[in-house]
């Protein structure tokens, strides 16, 4: 059974007093409409991190951060090492998402070694993918995702590989209120679940979480969770609304 995953990517949103109350909603909305087997996510700023996991053991979410460094330690001004997340008890990383790629110019070899240094700390990339508008419409889009995933996960062993989710984020999808369809969501996951079984296996392709991100809401998510390949969300303009993301997360079929 694949884990079901609701992974909430604030970015660089909330001052410190918003984070605590969005934190405290959060917590009091999980325990008022439950969250059924889901696994939740929150990846605060930076900054709250600590104040997310210091409230995570009394609530019923993980922490993730929302990037780390490439780099192991030292004069690296402003960056923050997987070791120091792996120190503040981070679960997951968010890895490559789209505007990493395009504001911070990160590139698949850059994170590859990223993604290599959350999984040697003992923490979880959710490595993001997905391609731009004229890429779709140029029908590159698959080879736009085989070369993103090759290029950052395929030298990792398959050991390794076990702590990867992913999350197929279409580019002119996310924070546009566009959303994928769910036909185009499930033909990508299957297409990138064909990817890993190539590479490392049935087994690893069956138990992957496949996440889909880019608009997804309260709305809409009951569709795209209906989707045989799409194993959860990756959410983000959605994800700063408490009751929002709580319906995201009650949205996967009940069987
Ligand atoms: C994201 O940034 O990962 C994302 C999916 O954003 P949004 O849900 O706002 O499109």
Wanted: charged share 25%.
């Amino acid at each position: 059974m694949r884990k079901k995953i609701v992974a909430g990517n604030w970015k660089m949103n909330m001052n410190f007093s918003e984070a605590e109350q969005l934190l405290s909603a959060i917590t009091e909305g999980i325990s008022e409409k439950g969250k059924g087997d889901t696994e939740l996510i929150i990846c605060p700023p930076a900054l709250y991190l600590n104040m997310a996991s210091d409230i995570s053991p009394d609530s019923d979410f993980l922490v993730g951060a929302q990037n780390a460094s490439e780099f192991d330690n030292g004069a690296y001004t402003g960056e923050i090492s997987a070791a120091m997340l792996a120190s503040m008890s981070i679960d997951y990383c968010i890895l490559g998402h789209s505007e990493r790629r395009k504001y911070f110019h990160e590139t698949d070899e850059t994170l590859a070694i990223k993604v290599k240094k959350i999984i040697d700390h003992g923490m979880s990339p959710i490595f993001c993918c997905g391609e731009l508008l004229e890429e779709r419409e140029a029908n590159k889009h698959f080879e736009v995702v085989r070369t993103q995933i090759e290029k950052a996960l395929f030298s990792l062993s398959v050991d390794d590989f076990s702590n990867v989710v992913l999350a197929y984020e279409p580019v002119w999808a996310i924070g546009t209120g566009k959303t994928a369809s769910p036909e185009q969501a499930q033909e990508m996951h299957a297409f990138i679940r064909s990817l890993i079984a190539e590479k490392f296996g049935t087994d690893a392709a069956e138990s992957t979480s496949l996440l889909y991100g880019g608009s997804c809401n309260a709305k809409n998510a009951e569709e795209l969770f209906a989707c045989k390949d799409v194993d959860g969300g990756l959410i983000g303009g959605a994800a700063l609304k408490a009751n929002d993301f709580l319906i995201i997360a009650n949205s996967f079929p009940k069987i």
